[in-house]
């Protein structure tokens, strides 16, 4: 097999692998996307004028690591979490699909558009790169951190980030 095959085959399992994963956010399965975690996994939305910047030294919109993503996921399906109840609808377009290996690992990158649906609410647009590391555990690939980097100059005018990215 060729370099350029082995690069088609490893983007088109990545663009199902997201195919996969924003479905599961859209229907909010959480638990089933939880499962796509490695166990040392982090969330990441980095502010809008710092993009590259390092959770460890920088204001995050969201920086979580996998036990608050636990805690996180656990309180979007609480219905007494009333900034998400009922949940919002949320629909991800997932496009420009791009992956390379870094040794054991995977980066990957996806442009993003997530539209959320609140009851009494406008929709809200939300636009901007997925950055990911994922690796293979057991033959499958599992997400070892997950960067939201949105395009918006600011959040104010697209409402709070509870629900996830």
Known sequence: MSAQEANTMLRQEIEDFFFHEAELLDDWALD???????ADASYLVPPTDKPRASHLDTLFIIADDILRLRERVLRLKDPAC??????????????????????DEIDARANFIVYRHR???????FTGE???????????????????????????ALGMVSFIL
């Open 130 to 156: 997925y950055r990911y590391r994922l690796v293979r555990l057991n033959g499958a690939l599992k997400i070892a951190e997950r960067r939201a980097v949105l395009d918006a100059e600011e959040l104010g």
């Open 82 to 103: 009333h900034v998400e109840y009922p949940p919002s609808r949320t629909r991800r377009f997932i496009a420009n699909v791009r992956a390379r290996m870094n040794g």
């Open 119 to 125: 009851r009494g609410g406008d929709v809200r647009t």
């Open 32 to 38: 089933e996307w939880f499962n796509l975690l490695t």
